[in-house]
Each structure stands twice: as C-alpha cells, then as structure tokens.
C-alpha cells in the first residue's frame, strides 16, 4: 500500500506513461477501464480515481467509495468486458482528509482487452489501436518476446527429456519440503501439470519451452531454442519504497524456487529494509537501476562505524585475534575435527539451512545435530546466524565467523 507521501510526491509530478488521474467523485467511468487495459498492454502503473487532471485533489463521495470498489472488481473479472480478466483489487487512502481510490496495474504479460477494444499507453495517453492490425500485432510480438518460455513444441515427447535433471530437481526439494506434491507425481504427470499448453494457430498441445529448457536432453534444448537467454528478474528504474517486480520466465522461476534456487522478487530489498537499521541507525538506504546499477546505504555520520569497537557487540562478527587451535576447539566442543571442518567449510562462503547442513555432514536426525553440534558452534563464535533475533525462524541460515575461518586457515597452514 501506498504512504500518504508516496501518493503526493506521485500526484505532484503529474501524468505520465505509468500516472494517471480520474476525477470519477461518485461513479467509475469507462475510460478507467481503458486506461487499466493500456497499463496492461505497456508497462503498468497506478490510476488515482478523486484526483482532477492537474493532480488536485477532488475525492470521492464516501457514500460511493464501496460501490465503485466493487463495480471495478466486477468488471475486471467479467471476460464479456475484459478479456483476459485481470482481478485487480482497488486500494483506498485518505489524503489531506479526503478520500481517494488508486489501482496498481501490473504490467501483464498477454494482451488484454476491453468491450472488444485494444488499448495502449503512448506518454501520458490512452491510444485504442483496434483498428490498427500492425499495432496490435506489435503488442502481440511484444508480450511473446518477454514470454518466450511459454511458446509450445507439440513434437517433443517425455522421450526428449533428461531423467537426470528430475532427479537433481527433486532431490533439491526434498531437503526443504519431503511432504512436496512434485516428489509423489511420475516425470509425465510433473510436466504436464505445469507445462502443457497449446500451440498458437493450431492448437496443437505439447510442452512448453520452459520444460524443454528445464529438462530437455542437451540435442533437444539446441534444437528448439538454438539461442535463449534467462532472465527470471525485475527490470525497469528501482523504488526502495516501492518495488513493482515481475518475472521474466514465471515458469521457470517457479521451479527454481522451490528448490531454493531463487527468492521471492522484492525479497532481498524487504530484508535490506529491515535488517540495515539494526546493524545502522539513521541509515538511508538508495537503489536505482538505470545505465549503471547503484546501491548504497548512507550513514548519519560515518565516523560511529570507523572502528570495530564502537559498534554494538550484538550487531558485529564475532572475531578473535588469539590464536586458536584445532585441537583446543575439539576437546572443548567434543566434536571431531573432520565434522567440525565440514560444516564451517560450507557456511564459509554464504549462509546455510539447517537442512542443508545436516545433509553436508552426512546426519539425518535434526534435533540431535542441532543440539549436538550446530548449537556449540554458535556458543563458542565459530558460526553465526542470520536472524539472531529469532533462532527458530524458518528463515534461519548459519554462516561461518571470523573466528571460525581463522580455524580453517589454521589448519591450513598447519598441513
């Protein structure tokens, strides 16, 4: 949802090719709808209805505030208007006491329209291009291009596809989630649950470019897609405070991340949000994706953080300058070495579940490794975790400290 300052600093710059404003005080009119579509067809956007053209705040009647809601949830789920529907749900806000509704409009990736009308977003405009066949075709060939994963080879069979690359999907799976429905279902039943469709113009069925990339045999991805690039990412200019993303490959991303290959789009800005004020107060965090990508976090005064000492102990890596030897560690702990070397060498790099740590070290009983080992690490400042505020979090992760690498450089130097 939209901050109060967000939706002024929005109305003072105007309309734009992602801004518009609807004066609508007490019904929703039809160029609403139109507007809805072109942000669809383009490159989405938001759509202020009880704002004047010039930005001003009009507001909308409370007694209609309700029914205009629902009109414009009904009517972009109603295909005899909008066709895909697109289920948008509008958001109200209250700006200098008066009541206003705005739409995020995603931008979609097929083409929409409304009562039979093809509409797009040139500047600050709403363009109906029903009656231009090379216009629409543009937008057609547009939203294929960004969709590519979705495009349906009906003569590839499961034959095609590589038994190796099911089991190292599956396996990843099953170290987070052995309850996961894709671990119960046959190769055939997992590929056509996720990516059967059928072939534009003949309506031909067969699987999906994304499967064929996924799991094809390497002769069968070079002979349909000789050249294809992924890009399971947001493009497009960065707002910290608001961050629209949207996938490139869909498909694709799903299956990565439920292996843990990738996060939520917008996950990584959320923790950088949350996570940065308690390491740094009055920090100003900045991202902007352009030409060059940029990211940074400004401090109040960069001299608190000039020297380790004056940063908060719970906030900084545990280090230890003495000397510190294997041998120490492991009689103190009670936990051999090769066990010990194992678990800080694969945190050392980036940190790790829990899961995946008691399948590096070879144990299968959680609790027992967590008591037995995992924990004692932790006490004696050879790992670390992620979310110290909440060691059961499900989003826990261990990662190896200072001291524990200078451990694994004393072993090294020692052989």
Same mark, same amino acid.
């Not at 099953?174 to 119960?184: A, K």
């Not at 050249?227 to 990412?233: A, G, S």
């Given at each position: 949802m939209l901050s109060t300052d967000k939706i002024k600093d929005l109305l003072s710059h105007g309309e734009n090719k992602q801004v518009e404003f609807k004066k609508c005080t007490d019904q929703v009119s039809a160029s609403v709808y139109e507007t809805v579509c072109s942000f669809l067809n383009a490159e989405g956007g938001y759509i202020f209805l009880?704002?004047?053209d010039d930005g001003a705040i009009l507001g909308i009647n409370p007694k209609c505030v309700t029914d205009m809601t629902k009109s414009i949830i009904n009517t972009l789920n109603n295909p005899e208007q909008f066709l895909p529907p697109m289920p948008i749900t509008p958001e109200q806000a209250e700006v200098d006491g008066k009541i206003i509704l705005y739409l995020n409009v995603p931008e979609s990736e097929q083409v929409h329209r409304y009562k039979n009308r093809f509409f797009d977003r040139w500047g600050d405009a709403d363009n109906d291009v029903s009656k231009h066949t090379y216009l629409i075709k =543009?937008?057609?060939m547009r939203k294929e291009k960004e969709s590519s994963e979705n495009e349906v080879f009906p003569d590839v069979t499961l034959e095609d596809m590589d038994e190796e690359s099911f089991k190292i999907m599956r396996s990843h799976i !099953? +170290?987070? =989630?052995? =309850?996961?429905?894709?671990? !119960?279902m046959t190769n055939e039943e997992f590929l056509k649950s996720l990516f059967w469709g059928k072939q534009r113009g003949t309506n031909k069925e067969g699987y999906k470019l994304a499967a064929i990339l996924l799991f094809g045999k390497e002769q069968t991805i070079l002979n349909c897609c000789p050249?294809?690039?992924?890009?399971?990412?947001q493009t497009g200019d960065i707002d910290i405070n608001?961050?629209?993303t949207r996938t490139k490959n869909p498909l694709i991303t799903k299956v990565f991340r439920e292996m843990k290959w990738a996060e939520e789009l917008g996950s990584g800005q959320k923790n950088i949000r949350k996570y940065a004020p308690l390491y740094f107060e009055n920090s100003e965090i900045e991202i902007h994706s352009g030409e060059e990508f940029i990211f940074s976090i400004t401090y109040r005064d960069p001299k608190e953080f000039e020297f380790a000492e004056n940063i908060p102990t719970s906030h900084r890596q545990v280090t230890d300058k003495s000397p510190i030897s294997r041998e120490q560690v492991k009689d103190k702990l009670? +936990?051999?070495w090769n066990i010990l070397n194992s678990i800080l060498?694969?945190?050392a790099t980036e940190g790790r579940a829990n899961s995946e740590i008691i399948v590096c070290a070879g144990f299968k009983d959680r609790a027992t490794f967590m008591k037995k080992f995992i924990k004692p690490m932790v006490e004696e400042g050879l790992l670390a975790m992620t979310v110290p505020d909440k060691p059961n979090s499900r989003l826990q992760k261990y990662y190896t400290t200072e001291k524990g690498k200078s451990l694994l450089l004393c072993q090294d130097a020692s052989n």
């Open positions: 009880g704002v004047d =543009n937008m057609f !099953s +170290i987070h =989630n052995s =309850n996961h429905p894709w671990l !119960s050249w294809h690039r992924t890009k399971p990412f608001d961050w629209r009670g +936990i051999e060498s694969f945190c």
